[in-house]
């Protein structure tokens, strides 16, 4: 009996171990594109064949032919999800855009028209931290209670009209100049200390938010992208593609 218990145990841990190494998944994501920016993530991402991916918004794809060119080359990378970020990105007034449902609605469905998507679409509001997914629903914790009260409507019809919402756990921050806050060694260790402390909004997956035009600069954009994906590869993370995170 003791050999067998013992043998039970064994087949127990095996099946544990790999289950937890696999608990430590990244989600690259990138808002705002096409921008001055999107081409060199492109470049890394079909180099490194890691998948991201880019909420785009729809006033920026129909800025310039080559940003019309930038989202059709991204739709053709398997390993790249087109996401919906708005088409007017609330031309940045937040308090502005919000709480008038009707009008939030119709801009993210402007800009499934402008991107070519199809329902059900990926999706993430222009500067709100918000998830409505099959199973999660969690709001900006940035917000009060009176603002998020007013702006839930919002929130819940756009996921009704054919939207997965995804927030972040933690962004890569960048200056106006487009130049990253963190280096990348000081961001990995942030990283590192988030999977230890484990307060993801699904345990063992970390959503990373980055914006195109961190990565505009024609030579540090590509190496810090690069540097990135390697130095989280040596460490034993794996890349998410974002359509399984709620899986
Ligand atoms: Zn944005």
């Known amino acids: 009996m003791a050999a067998q218990l013992r043998f039970a145990l064994t087949i ?6 790999p289950a937890h190494a696999a608990q430590r998944v990244i989600y690259l994501t990138f808002d705002d594109g096409p921008l001055d920016g999107t081409s060199n993530i492109l470049d890394v991402l ?13 006033m920026h794809a129909q800025a310039s032919a080559s940003n019309r060119a930038l989202v059709q080359r991204a739709k053709k990378l398997p390993l790249v999800t087109i996401g919906n970020h708005s088409y007017s990105h609330a031309y940045n007034h937040y308090r502005h855009f919000y709480g008038d449902t009707e009008g939030v609605v119709a801009d993210m469905l402007r800009a499934n028209v402008v991107l070519g998507l199809k329902p059900f679409v990926h999706a993430r509001l222009p500067g709100r931290d918000v998830f409505r997914l099959p199973s999660i629903s969690k709001n900006d914790n940035s917000l009060g209670q009176a603002q998020a009260g007013r702006e839930d409507p919002d929130y819940e019809f756009v996921a009704a009209s054919g939207f997965y919402l995804y927030g972040w756990d933690h962004e890569w921050v960048h200056e106006d100049s487009g130049k990253p ?6 961001l990995v260790a942030e990283i590192d200390h988030l999977f230890s402390y484990g307060h993801f909004v699904k345990p063992g997956k970390l959503i990373l938010l980055m914006h195109d035009e961190m990565f505009r600069d024609a030579f540090d954009g590509k190496t810090n992208l690069t540097n ?16 399984g995170y709620d899986g």
């Open 12 to 17: 127990l841990l095996l099946l544990t171990l």
């Open 46 to 58: 079909e180099a490194e064949q890691v998948p991201a991916a880019l909420f785009m918004v729809g």
């Open 181 to 186: 806050v963190q280096s990348v060694d000081h």
């Open 228 to 243: 990135l994906i390697d130095a989280l590869r040596q460490r034993n993370y794996t890349f998410g593609a974002l359509p």
